[in-house]
């Protein structure tokens, strides 16, 4: 480690960090205050209508998903800071005014919080992504009614055990949230400390030892344009999967029609758009759709199911923004809320879960739809593809 650097470790829902922070600073008077924050995340906490949101544009890119992964799990640390009496981030915003009252230059060191949420999202498996927004979900419903243990929460050992735990959960997952900030925190304050000035870098308790590994190690930083490259949308297993089984139903379902009769295709047809619909429109109920939503969900899922490009929740979703629009004012209370029925009532949130909820509902209905067909009629799937596939089954 520099010997001009001080890397002060804090919980971000603590008083105590605060405190720690102004007594350090005080003493210190160092020349430059390095923060664990991005551009987005600081102005997000000092600017009440800060907006970086488009949820058309979100709604469209099918990152859905994530962002819901994000507004949860931001609502649950909210949650614990309300406990404690902090709200999370204030020893990063009092690091920055009490930098700027000793007269230090702010830097702002820690990685765009959309590239890192991007990435993470992108490395964890289906499976963990679905694990992990159960846990999230039920933290939301049950989770609040346990005593927090305030010294447990400020224990280095404790931080660790955190840690590892999440390694066990997701280790690509972890890779992106804890290590590779730290490789560019690292970076950045490597680059700071060659200035020769006298620094105090505040920083999450959990991202020291890393950090601290980093800066004693330089040749193990990755690259920085590998750190802050977002990976493109690749066929994953999942995609894989839900490409291959549009088109398996496609051919299955013109080779099966081109050997029936019209009265059990439009059987056939009738059970694919009463499943497909009925699912949707229930993903979209569940997250208290407006009845229009929930309609667009029923009407249209017969139809995206087969199509790859399009979902049902991108459509349900854009009738729920139609119908009640999010204003500036829904995004500002997301920062605020501070109960899961507050949540719920967000215009903002309630768009997003109505996208996911009638995704889930849509994808359920397509599996369904296809093995009730099938079995009803009675349908050889290895037979009916044989014209279509010739000697290779």
């Given at each position: 480690m520099p010997n001009n650097l001080i890397l002060v470790g804090t919980a971000h829902v603590l008083e105590q960090s605060i405190r720690d922070v102004e007594e350090i600073l005080e003493r210190e008077r160092p020349e430059i205050v390095a923060v664990e924050?991005?551009?987005?995340?600081?102005?997000?906490?000092?600017?009440?209508?800060?907006?970086?949101?488009?949820?058309k544009d979100i709604l469209k890119s099918g990152e859905i998903y994530l962002l819901l992964f994000q507004w949860i799990l931001a609502f649950l640390q909210r949650k614990i800071g309300d406990e404690l009496g902090v709200k999370p981030g204030a020893e990063m915003l009092r690091a920055v005014e009490k930098g700027r009252e000793v007269g230090a230059q702010i830097v702002l060191i820690d990685r765009d919080i959309t590239i890192t949420f991007r990435r993470f999202w992108s490395k964890m498996k289906f499976l963990e992504k679905i694990k992990m927004m159960f846990s999230l979900i039920k933290a939301l419903t049950i989770g609040g009614k346990e005593e927090i243990e305030i010294d447990k929460i400020i224990e280095d050992d404790m931080v660790s055990h955190l840690v590892k735990e999440f390694r066990k959960f997701s280790p690509e997952g972890a890779k992106v949230l804890v290590d590779e900030r730290d490789a560019f925190i690292?970076?950045?304050?490597?680059?700071?400390?060659?200035?020769?000035?006298?620094?105090?870098?505040?920083?999450?308790?959990?991202?020291?030892?890393?950090?601290?590994?980093?800066?004693?190690?330089?040749?193990?930083?990755?690259?920085?344009?590998?750190?802050?490259?977002?990976?493109k949308k690749q066929i994953n297993l999942p995609k894989l999967i839900g490409f291959g089984m549009v088109a398996v139903l496609i051919l299955l379902f013109a080779s099966i029609f081109l050997s029936l009769s019209t009265e059990i295709i439009l059987s056939a047809l009738f059970y694919w758009f009463i499943i497909n619909g009925f699912l949707a429109a229930l993903g979209a109920a569940l997250a208290r759709g407006h009845i229009m939503s929930i309609i667009a969900a029923f009407l249209s899922a017969w139809l995206t199911s087969l199509n790859p490009f399009i979902g049902a929740g991108w459509v349900?979703?854009?009738?729920?923004?139609?119908?009640?629009?999010?204003s500036s004012r829904d995004l500002r209370e997301l920062s605020k809320i501070t109960s899961f029925k507050e949540l719920m009532e967000n215009r903002l949130f309630r768009v997003v879960l109505v996208a996911a909820f009638t995704n889930l509902g849509s994808m359920v209905g397509t599996f369904l739809g296809a093995y009730v067909i099938f079995r009803l009629y009675g349908v050889d799937i290895v037979s009916s593809?044989?014209?279509v596939f010739g000697g290779l089954l």
């Open positions: 924050l991005d551009e987005k995340r600081y102005r997000a906490l000092v600017e009440e209508n800060y907006d970086d949101i488009s949820i690292a970076a950045n304050l490597l680059r700071l400390t060659s200035s020769g000035k006298k620094i105090v870098a505040v920083v999450g308790a959990g991202h020291q030892e890393g950090i601290k590994k980093y800066m004693d190690n330089p040749a193990l930083i990755p690259p920085m344009h590998d750190l802050l490259s977002v990976p349900a979703g854009l009738v729920e923004v139609w119908k009640r629009e999010p593809l044989r014209p």
